[in-house]
């Protein structure tokens, strides 16, 4: 079974501070996705990464993808109460099987 | 526009009874997958489907049967469900070979 490993596994900050995630696995992936999950829904893609050292920015949030295609992760600049919420990431192999992080609970205090 | 459904939204078995959780999607994906999520476990793919006819094991598919007689449906079945059943269950759907899954708004299930 592979396994991706998400750190830190909770955080909680101030609104205004930043924060790094970070997802690791001892695989090699052709593509990584990062998820937002709100209580009682489901996950909601927020983006997709496939190139090795690729970088993607969405407003506040950049996600980034290692060179060797095992790793990413996910910088929040300046947080809001709005994103809180579970952040998973999930990598495919052949675009059949997806095998998701352990997740990372955010809190961002008003 | 649906999306992904799922029904039911909680259910409360007991040992050894049986049910099936539904999920229907109206995009027209090829692609279908149910996810169990646990604490500190993220999600764990059961069984997927890439076309109607056609399924396959996940990473975790034991105690579990799905069928995929029409592109909208894919059902999955708990044959004997057991405690360590107890979970939240996702439906996703995507085209064929995309990356992006939509994910239905899950199943919470008991089993006592």
């Known amino acids: 079974t592979q396994l991706l490993e998400q750190s830190p596994q909770f955080l909680s900050i101030q609104e205004g501070e930043n924060l790094t995630v970070y997802c690791n696995s001892s695989?090699?992936?052709?593509?990584l996705q990062w998820y937002r999950q709100e209580p009682g829904e489901g996950p909601v893609l927020l983006v997709t990464?496939?190139?090795?050292?690729e970088v993607k920015k969405l407003k506040r949030l950049t996600f980034q993808f290692g060179d060797a295609r095992k790793d990413s992760s996910l910088h929040i600049t300046a947080a809001q109460p709005g994103d809180t919420g579970l952040y998973l990431c999930a990598g495919a192999e052949d675009g059949n099987q997806f095998y998701f992080g352990t997740g990372t609970s955010l809190t961002v205090i008003p | 526009n649906a999306g992904v459904t799922q029904t039911p939204k909680f259910q409360v078995l007991k040992t050894g009874q049986s049910m099936t959780l539904q999920c229907a999607q109206d995009m027209n994906h090829e692609y279908m997958s149910w996810y169990r999520q646990d604490p500190g476990m993220g999600l764990r793919l059961i069984h997927y489907s890439v076309g109607a006819g056609i399924t396959d094991q996940g990473e975790v598919p034991n105690g579990y049967n799905v069928s995929r007689s029409t592109t909208e449906d894919f059902p999955l079945r708990l044959l004997s469900a057991a405690p360590s059943q107890t979970s939240v269950y996702f439906c996703a759907s995507s085209y064929a070979g995309a990356y992006e899954q939509y994910f239905g708004p899950g199943t919470r299930l008991t089993v006592t």
């Open positions: 990464v496939v190139t090795g050292g």
């Open positions: 695989s090699v992936f052709s593509s």
